[in-house]
C-alpha cells in the first residue's frame, strides 16, 4: 500500500462537477485506490476547513448545490483520514514558506510530507513546480 498526504485541491475534485475542474479523472482514479483500500492518506487539520471553504466557492458561484456541498463533506468526514495538528507542523512550514517564497498554507502539507516521509499529492500545479525539486511534491497525474 503506498499512502500520500492528500492535499485539498485534490479531494474536491472528487466532488466538484468536472465541467469546472482540470483532473478531475485523474482525482477520481485516485480517490478509488482509497476505497479499494491501495492506498491511505493523511492531512493536516487545515485540510477540513480548505476542502469546506472550496465547496462554500462553489456554492456560491452556482457550480454546486448547497445540499451536494453538505453531503460531500459529510461523506469526506466517514472517510477516516488521520488528521494531524496544524500546531505540530507549523514551525518547519513557516520554514518553508520562507525560505521558498509560498503560502504557510501550502507549507502546512509539505511539512507534514516531510514529517511523515510520503508523498504530497496535489493538483496545484504552481506549488508542485515550485517545489517538487526539493521536497515530495507531485502533482495529480504525473504519478
Same mark, same amino acid.
Given at each position: 500500500?503506498?499512502? $500520500?498526504?492528500?492535499?485539498?485541491?485534490?479531494?474536491?475534485?472528487?466532488?466538484?462537477?468536472?465541467?469546472?475542474?482540470? %483532473? =478531475?479523472?485523474?482525482?477520481?482514479?485516485? &480517490?478509488?485506490?482509497? !476505497?479499494?483500500?491501495?492506498t491511505q492518506f493523511v492531512?493536516? /487539520? #487545515?485540510?477540513?476547513?480548505?476542502?469546506?471553504?472550496? +465547496?462554500?466557492?462553489? !456554492?456560491?458561484?452556482?457550480? *454546486?448545490?448547497?445540499?451536494?456541498?453538505?453531503?460531500?463533506?459529510?461523506? #469526506?468526514?466517514?472517510?477516516?483520514?488521520?488528521?494531524?495538528? =496544524?500546531?505540530?507542523?507549523? @514551525?518547519?512550514? *513557516?520554514?518553508?514558506?520562507?525560505?521558498? /517564497?509560498?503560502?504557510?498554507?501550502?507549507?502546512? &502539507?509539505?511539512? +507534514?510530507?516531510?514529517?511523515?516521509?510520503?508523498?504530497?499529492? =496535489?493538483?496545484?500545479?504552481?506549488?508542485?513546480?515550485? #517545489?517538487?525539486? &526539493? $521536497?515530495?511534491?507531485? %502533482? +495529480? @497525474?504525473?504519478?
Amino acid at each position: 500500500m503506498t499512502d $500520500f498526504v492528500l492535499d485539498a485541491s485534490v479531494a474536491v475534485k472528487w466532488f466538484l462537477p468536472p465541467e469546472h475542474e482540470q %483532473l =478531475t479523472e485523474e482525482a477520481v482514479a485516485f &480517490y478509488r485506490k482509497l !476505497v479499494q483500500r491501495e492506498t491511505q492518506f493523511v492531512v493536516p /487539520d #487545515l485540510f477540513w476547513a480548505e476542502v469546506a471553504s472550496a +465547496l462554500r466557492k462553489a !456554492v456560491r458561484l452556482e457550480r *454546486f448545490r448547497r445540499s451536494s456541498a453538505e453531503e460531500a463533506i459529510t461523506h #469526506l468526514l466517514q472517510c477516516d483520514l488521520p488528521t494531524y495538528p =496544524t500546531a505540530d507542523l507549523l @514551525g518547519r512550514a *513557516f520554514h518553508i514558506a520562507m525560505a521558498y /517564497d509560498c503560502s504557510v498554507y501550502d507549507s502546512l &502539507y509539505v511539512a +507534514l510530507a516531510v514529517r511523515t516521509n510520503l508523498q504530497l499529492m =496535489t493538483a496545484d500545479e504552481r506549488l508542485a513546480k515550485s #517545489l517538487a525539486a &526539493y $521536497f515530495p511534491v507531485k %502533482l +495529480l @497525474g504525473a504519478v
